[in-house]
């Protein structure tokens, strides 16, 4: 199958941090064939440093892939990254970069960019486990709501794409009614089992419990981490929109992950051109 993306595009600032996209950005692009390019803003005057700064990046790679660099003078890096977007590309960040880890869930680059992006975009939090990566299982997250629904379609692309198994994990707190879906008629597991009949080519799936989603989700991908390649997740799902804009489940979920996070945006995607 073809990838739903044309390019992988990673925006880096020069730290540690933010370098950590570019391991499952050179997996994608292995994988798929599709190009890598790389990114940073600079202030007028500082472009140098930072062209020297992205040569060293793409020559300590060299024999993975090609990596196409780009120094952009901008006022922002998210209007930055945003300008070098092109049609269909995947964006592969860090939820943090240079300015650390704060109080926020989200790192406001990332934030931003994320309320602005109709794509889906690759996001790796500062915990992200040593060692291979993308391989095990894409686990789409529900919650029950249609709109945790988004991620079904981009998560049987990317199982196809990957060729790996696709899991569906529906994510409640303790007490909530068996069915969420509609009527009350229909347990749980019989609507996991119901939408997996529906998507087609789904090998499994399963439920947590926990007074905090966020963390059932952390901890499960934590437990399995050699098994588990990715979480799929919605920007909006049944517990509503925080300050950020970014459904809080989400929010937690990609600030404490060990594996890279598939975040589905709530605008509607493109029809694809013929």
Request: aromatic letters at 2%.
């Amino acid at each position: 199958m073809q990838a739903p993306f044309t390019d992988v595009l990673v925006p880096l600032d020069g730290s540690p941090t933010a370098e950590l996209a570019l391991g499952p950005a050179l997996v994608v692009v292995r994988r798929t064939g599709v190009p890598l390019r790389v990114v940073t803003a600079a202030l007028p005057g500082d472009e140098g440093s930072f062209d020297t700064y992205l040569s060293d990046i793409a020559k300590r790679h060299a024999d993975v892939t090609a990596i196409e660099t780009r120094v952009v003078t901008a006022d922002g890096a998210a209007e930055a990254i945003a300008a070098e977007m092109l049609p269909r590309t995947l964006v592969c960040m860090s939820s943090h970069g240079r300015g650390g880890l704060s109080r926020a869930l989200v790192g406001s680059v990332a934030e931003t960019l994320l309320r602005t992006i109709v794509d889906p975009a690759l996001i790796v939090g500062p915990d992200l486990a040593e060692g291979p990566l993308l391989e095990g299982r894409i686990v789409a997250c529900l919650d029950g709501s249609d709109e945790s629904e988004r991620t079904l379609g981009p998560a049987k692309e990317w199982s196809e794409v990957l060729g790996l198994p696709l899991w569906l994990m529906q994510v409640g707190e303790p007490g909530s009614p068996a069915d969420w879906s509609s009527g009350g008629d229909v347990h749980e597991g019989g609507h996991l089992a119901v939408t997996a009949a529906r998507l087609g080519g789904v090998s499994g799936w399963d439920a947590l419990h926990g007074r905090d989603p966020a963390r059932a989700l952390v901890d499960m991908a934590s437990s399995h981490v050699e098994d588990t390649a990715m979480l799929v997740m919605a920007t909006h799902g049944r517990t509503g929109w925080d300050r950020l804009r970014l459904g809080s489940v989400t929010a937690g979920t990609v600030r404490e992950a060990t594996v890279p996070v598939l975040v589905v945006p709530a605008g509607p995607r493109p029809a694809p051109e013929d």
